[in-house]
């Protein structure tokens, strides 16, 4: 069955058609999100703040409107993320290349460094998976790769969520979106490792105690002690699967395995449907700000200039749909040959083509980025949308209703 999307286009003429306080809202508006707040209720609005030294994150002014729209419905907002991989700064000390997202304290010092503070979102920030990325709720899922999921343990204080994904690409998924904001942003800091890496977990037991002693002085719920032989113990009721005494592990006493790229990406769409499936799909609205469009993650240093035109936001209640709409207008645009994609060699710079499958990606073998010079075709951003749909998150077909506030005005 088709899904409905709404797009509403990032051209404007004057304010009365502003992308960020117009068309944010009225694209919530058009899937049903008015009808259903109720006075009182909390509503979060889950975003990225992008990591340190990225410029292409969505602009806070887009997220203050979306806040300030639950509140005239009567509703709370709340705005959110969630830590990133890795051991907080505040409990190593060390600066690694995680630095900057691993904990609330220092992923909100980046967010304000970004524009996102209480006050210029006239609601409170705060990390779904609390404040060192350890809360979580175990939720057991039927997947593909995944029978259980790491999911965001503060998400259950929330009646409605809103998830405002800034659109672009990534190197391993294929393509960022609603489906990433999902399987990554709204698990804890042990589901993301588990969606990169699978659920790989050993420790070689063997090992000298000297070769724990970084971890065992990490783990923050004291899941790690010395037995009475001298060797390591792991007490599983304790651990929280946050993964900090990996990313500290110096001596490869800890590995958590690795995955491929198509891995990757199924178990990231098996997280999505662990989230969704514990959290309610009748309680998530989906807005894709198809904006800023590079081919890097917002989570990220770098940022690209993007390779095609703004194209708007588009919202819907279905997130394969929602994603696959994006997909299809970035490939029914324009390339910007002054992007990566004018350094690619072997490709058809004429539109339409399908961008994404000549984005720069993983390498396969070394896992290494390759900014593909070459323009080899890779199609994992079609691997995502089917797992997405085989696995009953929703739709890769659906009907495109155009919004058109000029219209609207008249009515
Ligand atoms: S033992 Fe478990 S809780 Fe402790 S740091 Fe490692 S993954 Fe986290």
Known sequence: ???????????????????????????????????????????????????????????????????????????????????????????????????????????????????????????????????????????SINGKRFNEVLVAGRLKEFDHMVLATHFKGHAGAGFGGALKNLGIGCVSKGGKVQAHMGKKFEFDFNAPISDYETCLKICPTNALREGPDGKLIRDEKKCRYCYMCKSVCKNNVIDTGSSTQEEFIIQMVDNAAGVVDYYGKNKIYYLNYVIDVTWQCDCTGGSDVPFVSDIGILSSLDPVAVDQSAVDLIHLSFMNPHSILGDIGNISKEKPNEWFSYTPRFDPETHELDLNSNGKESKHWEVQLRAAEDIGLGSRDYNLIEVNIESKKKN
């Open 1 to 139: 069955m088709k899904s409905d999307v709404y797009y509403f286009t990032a051209r404007t003429n004057n304010h009365e058609e502003s992308l960020s306080k117009v068309k944010g809202p009225l694209a919530l508006e058009n899937i049903g999100f008015n009808s259903k707040v109720n006075n009182g209720d909390k509503v979060v609005i889950k975003t990225h703040f992008g990591a340190l030294e990225n410029v292409r994150y969505l602009r806070p002014c887009y997220i203050r409107f979306l806040c300030d729209h639950v509140k005239t419905l009567g509703g709370v907002p709340y705005v959110a993320e969630s830590c990133g991989w890795g051991a907080p700064e505040e409990i190593t000390g060390i600066h690694t290349e995680y630095s900057g997202r691993a904990g609330e304290e220092e992923y909100l010092e980046v967010a304000k460094m970004h524009g996102f503070t209480e006050d210029t979102m006239g609601a409170k920030l705060l990390m779904l998976d609390g404040r060192v990325g350890i809360n979580n709720i175990k939720h």
